[in-house]
T-cell receptor, first 113, second 113 residues
Framework: DAGITQSPRHKVTETGTPVTLRCHQT?????MYWYRQDPGHGLRLIHY???????DKGEVSDGYSVSRSKTEDFLLTLESATSSQTSVYFC????????????FGPGTRLTVL | GENVEQHPSTLSVQEGDSAVIKCTYS??????FPWYKQELGKGPQLIID?????GEKKDQRIAVTLNKTAKHFSLHITETQPEDSAVYFC????????????FGPGTSLSVIP
């Protein structure tokens, strides 16, 4: 998976609790992305980063925040998890922006009860 | 904003037959169209892409065609094999919009031995 790891791989949590997902890359790529995957919706962009401390919103950013303090790490935080955030979350990396290849991690399955 | 539709949602073919998946997009400014393959339990992987200055691209058994006038693009897989069974996603993006990598809802392809 192109030097991308995600942790945890599976998590079950309760409504209202904070959750942080981590994406770690060893490729030194500039761009990092967080997507969620839900049946019938494909992949939807939550947030992305175009450099250390440079982040911006995607199409489904409400309820999520991100941080990137190092090139290799991109954190996704659900401040107060809701059942609608039950999903599979994928991190992706790329070197060339939105019109270049993205390499996806193995995913994190999050269940919010 | 950009909207990507994908058909069919499921597709079953006999081994050795061809498979075709079609996508349409709404934003005429989109200029990059990748196709990703996702095997069960894994993250998506790029299999082929095409840019708006090209009408067709081929890589062994896989080809993609683009019709900019009609705003649709298609994935063609010839001589299908059981290992082609997966979910395929099309996507559309443009260089000026980092937050606009829009994926289609996916097509589940089953190749029957």
């Amino acid at each position: 998976d192109a030097g991308i790891t995600q942790s945890p791989r599976h998590k079950v949590t309760e409504t209202g609790t904070p959750v942080t997902l981590r994406c770690h890359q060893t490729e030194n790529h500039r761009y990092m992305y967080w997507y969620r995957q839900d049946p019938g919706h494909g992949l939807r962009l939550i947030h992305y980063s175009y450099g250390v401390k440079d982040t911006d919103k995607g199409e489904v950013s409400d309820g999520y925040s991100v941080s990137r303090s190092k090139t290799e790490d991109f954190l996704l935080t659900l401040e107060s998890a809701t059942s609608s955030q039950t999903s599979v979350y994928f991190c992706a990396i790329g070197s060339g922006g939105p019109t270049d290849t993205q390499y996806f991690g193995p995913g994190t399955r999050l269940t919010v009860l | 904003g950009e909207n990507v539709e994908q058909h069919p949602s499921t597709l079953s073919v006999q081994e050795g037959d061809s498979a075709v998946i079609k996508c349409t997009y709404s934003d005429s400014a989109s200029n990059y169209f990748p196709w990703y393959k996702q095997e069960l339990g894994k993250g998506p992987q790029l299999i082929i892409d095409i840019r708006s200055n090209v009408g067709e691209k081929k890589d062994q058994r896989i080809a993609v065609t683009l019709n900019k006038t009609a705003k649709h693009f298609s994935l063609h897989i010839t001589e299908t094999q059981p290992e082609d069974s997966a979910v395929y996603f099309c996507a559309a993006s443009k260089v000026t919009s980092y937050d606009k990598v829009i994926f289609g809802p996916g097509t589940s392809l089953s190749v029957i031995p």
